[in-house]
């Protein structure tokens, strides 16, 4: 199979040429953006090949991590019924009754020869996504062409664009204003989990910023409500209090020497909490 610009391979050549597909997918205008979000080339090149699958009534598989957009990416070149590959009974029902589907975690669906059946006896089309790993084998025997979405942290272009597609989000739920913007500022995203922590991270970051003092209460207590009951919870449970405020003395102040200032505590003291809270100080859950 022949491989077409950085994100699409395994082209079907009795269709169509190498150069034709190129030519074709580079002619695509990426003009969609409302629910994939493409600025980075990466992204863009995707989104070509997405829409260029548009007009093919073949099979494609979309690679890659979680949270790259995967699904999304799928639902935009076909508008059909979504289905996991972990319930493979459910995929085989899903192939009989549907024309296209979309099969997520297409790894996960193992019945590989039953479902080539069926996809053969019922003219279905499907277009999967993926994060684990198939075979070239397997792949070359289902799709006739690939797109690998690259992780979010080598897409930097694409970052801010889903930061504002998740700020509207959270206007629309929360009934937020723009003003309540300002809690972006400094703001550090999340990428571990690709979009999944973006998301997270832009919503704990607004609902942090919004919490008044009853609401941090009230939290507090909830979550010491689940943790009392040991014996000698006060001194167990006092990192609670204590991590957050030396940390937030460790960014308003920078040195201990000021921090035990404005705290109104002994140098020596302050240093001791700082040694026995490393861990946490150092992001670490306590275990």
Known sequence: MEQVAAVVTHIPTKKMSAAEVMEKTMAEVAV??????ARSRASLEALKSANLLKSLNINALILGEQGVGKTTLATHIVQAPIVA?????????AVESNSKLIIKNFD?????HLLKELLAKHNTRIIATTSGVLSDAL???FFSL?????PLRERPEDI????????LEIRKVFNADEKQRVFLKDFVPDLSENGY???????TTFLASSFGENEILLMMQNYLKKKIGTGNDYRDLLYLFDVPLIKAGHDAFGSQLAMAEKFGLNRNTLRKKISEYGHYLEGKEKK
């Open 108 to 112: 996960k669906l193992g019945q590989f």
């Open 139 to 141: 792949v070359d025997e």
């Open 160 to 167: 801010n664009p889903l930061i504002d597609k998740f700020f």
């Open 197 to 203: 922590s973006l998301r997270r991270s832009v919503y």
């Open 146 to 150: 690939k797109i690998t979405l690259t």
């Open 85 to 93: 590959g972990e319930h493979a009974h459910e995929v085989l029902k």
């Open 32 to 37: 969609d953006h409302t629910n994939f979000i």
